[in-house]
């Protein structure tokens, strides 16, 4: 099994180094520091699922890699589109893309019927790039749980969690996933195929559209949201929304809100990613995360002005800091 990873930075890097160890042909796309230092020592993983160095191919040109089984796409959501057409030497006529990815996928639309059937999403994709050079037909959903950071170049450390969610966007439990899945069990992650990969992308989403914009306006860590009245408020009322928004697309939430509200205040005092991004001054996955939520809700006719606002003061704070324009 040829498998690449496209972004080998902590989520990344941790699939692609948990796939060599158990010996597939695994090559890991990455730039700068990261990829001197794998070119020289190797990746080093530490934490959670163990100690261990693997040697995988590294490059940061996809064309010395050729066609692939399986790319696994790991890049924030923001980057896809810049990078789409620099995949096209990874993708032969069967190769399958994973979209280990937060937020709204691009290919939300492809594989149902009725008349939203293939609708592109313009937060998430507003070129179609992703669409007509990746193909819907590629994508494989994925659900991201582990916790990981790239400590050093080349060296991560997996804080916790071992699940990763496939699911295809027909719902079908085809072939390639689960051949897909089994590699990555083997590995050591809890690999389900799911046949409603859409709420289980709910599900995550849920928290990070309240949850990611408010820790980014007031810095505060979701125990701290969670345990404010104030801003435990303003979630409800941004999850409220978001959950009327899923209901016109024909997902039911598992769970209730505040059930969702408490189980993110388990988490304790953790920064969401938003935050760290902002505090590291890097691009926000805005659009993936609020905006698309906020577009979904007008292609079905839900009002989301909660949503909006967080849309809006985020992203001003967001150019008022340098890292959006």
């Known amino acids: 099994m040829k498998v690449c990873v496209y972004g080998a930075g902590a989520i990344g890097g941790l699939i692609g180094a948990h796939l060599a160890r158990i010996g597939k042909e695994v090559t890991l796309i990455a730039r700068g520091e990261h990829l001197a230092a794998m070119r020289a020592r190797g990746l080093r993983v530490t934490g959670h699922s163990g100690d261990f160095t693997v040697n995988p191919r590294v490059t940061d040109d996809p064309a010395e890699a050729g066609p692939q089984n399986f790319v696994v796409v790991a890049l924030k959501a923001h980057q ?18 994973v979209m280990a990815v937060n937020g709204v996928p691009w290919w939300y639309f492809h594989g149902i019927e009725g008349p939203l059937a293939g609708k592109r999403l313009a937060s998430v994709d507003p070129d179609g790039k992703q669409w007509d050079l990746i193909g819907p037909q590629r994508a494989i959903g994925c659900v991201i749980y582990p916790a990981a950071e790239m400590i050093a170049p080349g ?3 997996h804080i916790e969690n071992d699940r990763l969610s496939l699911g295809e966007p027909d719902g079908t439990k085809s072939a390639r996933a689960r051949l897909f899945s089994r590699a990555l069990i083997k590995a050591g992650f809890k690999t389900p195929v799911k046949t409603d990969i859409r709420t289980e992308i709910w599900v995550k989403l849920w928290g990070n559209v309240a949850f990611n914009p408010i820790s980014a306006l007031t810095g505060a860590t979701l125990k701290a949201i969670c345990e404010d009245p104030g801003t435990r408020a303003v ?27 408490d189980g993110a205040a388990s988490v304790g005092e953790h920064k969401t990613s938003m935050l760290q991004d902002f505090e590291r001054g890097r691009l926000i996955e805005l659009d993936a995360i609020i905006g698309a939520v906020a577009e979904l809700g007008d292609i079905v006719g839900v009002d989301t002005p909660m949503v909006d606002a967080m849309y809006a003061l985020t992203r001003r704070k967001a150019v008022a800091a340098g890292i959006l324009r």
């Open 80 to 97: 896809i589109a810049a990078i789409a057409d620099r995949m096209a030497p990874l993708l032969g006529p069967e190769t399958a893309v």
């Open 155 to 157: 060296e991560i450390r």
């Open 235 to 261: 979630a409800r009322s941004v999850m409220n929304e978001a959950e009327a928004v899923a209901a016109k697309l024909g997902v039911t939430m598992p769970i209730g809100v505040e059930s969702r509200i």
